[in-house]
């Protein structure tokens, strides 16, 4: 079962206690942007095989929205860290990169 | 490559089996083809037969990074079915039904087609409201389904518990022409039949690399060497995205993992399938008597073929509740698939932004009912180059003109 620490009240939540919300870090189009902005918010979804930054929700815990960095293929969970963040913090970025070199870097 | 058939068991029974035939050639890439398939499951192997048969395109090679029908066609719970709500659905999942009937003659190999009925519960009024919405787009789209009673039902399935815990059967969607068929036999029946025509079957050959030059492709990179192309064909489910990156689209595509399990077998019990969408989980008999059970799909982005524990679970309390029976049985396996799935849970057949690269994807958790039609499909769409009147509405440009074809509503969860 994926356990993910919620940042908030530091408890381990089993993947029952908590809802996934989707890729993280998206930039949030609005009804002024072009075709190419408001379709590539609408549907194009990053979909790594790999690592991936997600936005998860504490629903059975504190109710809040965090991020978390996983890896698709292993599911192992890299770190998690609040959602009032515009990037993936350095250390976790660095943490990352370290365990997996092949890894490309966070695009935004 | 010599017939099957009744005399062929007696002459090789009389001669210890000594004459059987490899069932297709254990290929090496050629430096270039007419036309490259990324993937010899299901969908791709049936894209390659109907280049082959429809439209006379020989000079053929499906690259697949596994072994053949390894993936989601070897791990779906094999129903077959065509009772959709939209039109371009009914119309491309009736042309697979439709094919499927005759696919073992079609293929001299027996794909085990039954069409033993397929069920779907009615457990809430919104339900019932929705299913006999269906059946009557069923009619005029020519697809035979019916909306029975409860007492229907019970004749039909003398196992099932009418009046559950949490939700008792109101009424049921029946296909009476729907059913299910032997997943493995389809992929090598295709490949069977491919081979025959002269296609190579490149298996444990992964693709790692899509050479093109000004939006027109001109082959793959692979680990067995680069090999060139006129058209790509892409047909990998839940890998698509990856293959999408290579060629430098992106596509609006996630993939989930998605879980079945099978029980002990038992002696005959159930003869039709039945899919209880409310609290979800559906089943049917294998021929060896084991209990085949549709399980949910993970909510998280993963590719990693096995799925979330919790979810068994959820599944075998939906069906011990619905088929009180079952709660002794024993479950001897359980397994994942990567499912591909789109914003409005229905495939993509059609045209890429590249020029000569063509992509059959999204097919999510329902493609093995639909291999044959999207084979005779994306086959045409290939062969023309534009696609044909049963791909028309499944372009990739659909998400960005807002025409979705909506099937998430219209099939709940179990699709």
Redesign the interface.
């Given at each position: 079962?994926?356990i993910l620490t919620c940042p908030y009240c530091g408890i381990d939540a089993d993947?029952?206690d908590l809802?996934?919300g989707?890729e993280a870090h998206v930039t949030r189009h609005g009804a002024d942007a072009s075709?190419d902005d408001f379709?590539?918010y609408?549907?194009?979804?990053r979909?790594?095989?790999g690592v991936?930054f997600?936005r998860w929700r504490h629903v059975y815990g504190c109710g809040k929205w965090f991020h978390a960095a996983?890896d698709?293929?292993?599911?192992e969970v890299f770190g998690t860290y609040p959602a009032q963040t515009l990037v993936p913090p350095k250390t976790l970025q660095t943490k990352i990169k370290k365990k997996r070199p092949d890894w490309k870097g966070f695009k935004k | 490559m010599k017939r099957y058939s009744a005399f062929a068991i007696a002459r090789e029974a009389l001669r210890h089996h000594t004459g059987w035939q490899r069932a297709w050639r254990s290929a090496q890439p050629k430096k270039a083809y007419d036309v490259i398939i990324v993937g010899a499951g299901g969908h791709g192997l049936a894209t390659a037969y109907y280049l082959g048969k429809n439209h006379g395109i020989r000079n053929v090679a499906i690259i697949e990074k596994g072994w053949l029908g390894g993936g989601n066609t070897g791990r779906n719970t094999t129903i077959i079915r065509s009772n959709y709500l939209q039109d371009e659905s009914a119309a491309i999942y009736e042309k697979a039904r439709s094919l499927y009937e005759t696919l073992s003659q079609d293929l001299n190999y027996n794909i085990m087609f039954s069409p033993r009925g397929v069920l779907m519960l009615a457990q809430t009024e919104h339900e019932i409201r929705g299913y006999r919405r269906t059946e009557h787009a069923n009619r005029l789209q020519g697809v035979e389904t019916r909306f029975i009673s409860p007492a229907e039902v019970k004749k039909i399935v003398p196992i099932i518990e009418l009046s559950g815990p949490r939700y008792p059967v109101l009424g049921a969607l029946w296909q009476p022409r729907g059913g299910t068929a032997r997943h493995d036999a389809v992929a090598w029946g295709y490949a069977r039949a491919c081979s025959d025509m002269g296609m190579d079957i490149i298996q444990q050959c992964e693709v790692t690399g899509i050479s093109q030059k000004n939006g027109v492709v001109s082959g793959v990179s692979t680990t067995k060497g680069d090999i060139a192309c006129n058209k790509l064909g892409l047909v990998v489910a839940g890998h698509s995205g990856v293959l999408a990156d290579m060629a430098g689209f992106r596509l609006p595509i996630e993939s989930v993992a998605l879980q079945a399990l099978v029980s002990e077998p038992i002696k005959p019990c159930m003869d039709v399938v039945v899919m209880a969408n409310t609290v979800h989980g559906y089943m049917s008999q294998s021929d060896k008597g084991e209990m085949v059970i549709g399980g949910g799909a993970d909510g998280f982005n993963n590719y990693t073929q096995r799925g979330s524990f919790h979810h068994i679970e959820e599944t075998v309390r939906a069906l011990i509740e619905t088929f009180p029976m079952i709660s002794r049985l024993k479950m001897l396996r359980q397994w994942g698939g990567i499912v591909d799935m789109t914003g409005d849970r229905s495939p993509i057949i059609g045209k890429t932004p590249l020029n000569n690269c063509f992509i059959n994807c999204g097919w999510g958790t329902g493609g093995f009912k639909a291999i044959p039609g999207s084979g005779w499909s994306m086959a045409a769409t290939m062969a023309t180059g534009e696609p044909d009147s049963l791909a028309a509405g499944f372009g990739l440009e659909r998400f960005r003109e807002g025409r979705f074809i909506d099937e998430s509503v219209a099939a709940g969860v179990a699709h």
């Open positions: 079962m994926l993947e029952t809802a996934p989707g075709d379709e590539a609408l549907f194009h979804k979909n790594p095989r991936h997600e996983r698709t293929m292993t599911l | -």
